[in-house]
């Protein structure tokens, strides 16, 4: 009997080169206040919009066109990184990310009528996107002491992505298997 291949897929938005640095630099604030965490490696930073799971393969064809279909609805729009925070709390992290004071609008907007799309090809969400770079993963039995981050910063989203999870060399990648340029309407 053969098993049918998966794809573990999630729509995202990949960092700006000024995004990138911003999250470098909250990840070193991190290391000198002796955090220790799995870090994320840093070619996989992200904010996640949707995340899928294992899809069959013969369902990405699917998934890829209700993103297209989905994502070209959508208007650029600004992020905002600010704080060092944790799911599900700092007491008890397992997720420490690098994250925005609010979530705005239009970051929710988007995230709504992405997953919306995926909705009816009969994907589940439990949750809303929240907007956050995972920058590190802990067991969540120390409890994190997060630096103040000293600015904020705004990054401009002018192009989502749908990604694969790729293992790769005791880790993953993540491929970018359709991107979409967002427009204004």
């Known amino acids: 009997m053969r098993t049918e291949r ?25 290391t000198r206040a002796g955090v220790r965490l799995k870090w994320v490696r840093r070619e996989n930073w992200h904010v996640t919009l949707a995340f899928l799971g ?31 925070d944790a799911f599900p709390s700092l007491r008890r992290p397992r997720v420490v990310y690098v994250g925005g004071e609010s979530q705005l609008e239009a970051f929710a907007r988007t ?13 589940r969400f439990d949750d809303d996107a929240i907007a956050h770079v995972t920058v590190g993963r802990s067991d969540g039995r120390t409890p994190i002491d997060a630096p103040q981050l000293a600015s904020v910063i705004e990054m401009q989203v002018r192009r989502i992505v749908l ?6 060399s005791g880790s993953v990648r993540y491929d970018e298997i359709e991107s979409v340029d967002l427009r204004n309407h």
């Open 6 to 30: 998966r794809v573990r897929l999630f729509a995202g938005i990949p960092l700006d080169e000024a995004g990138r640095a911003y999250v470098a630099g909250a990840a070193e604030e991190l």
């Open 111 to 123: 995230g709504a009528v992405i997953r919306a799309e995926f909705v009816g090809l009969g994907f």
């Open 163 to 168: 990604f694969a999870s790729v293992p790769a």
């Open 54 to 84: 294992k899809v069959a393969e013969p369902r990405v064809a699917s998934v890829r066109g209700a993103f297209v279909q989905a994502a070209a609805t959508c208007a650029p729009f600004a992020l905002r990184f600010g704080s060092i």
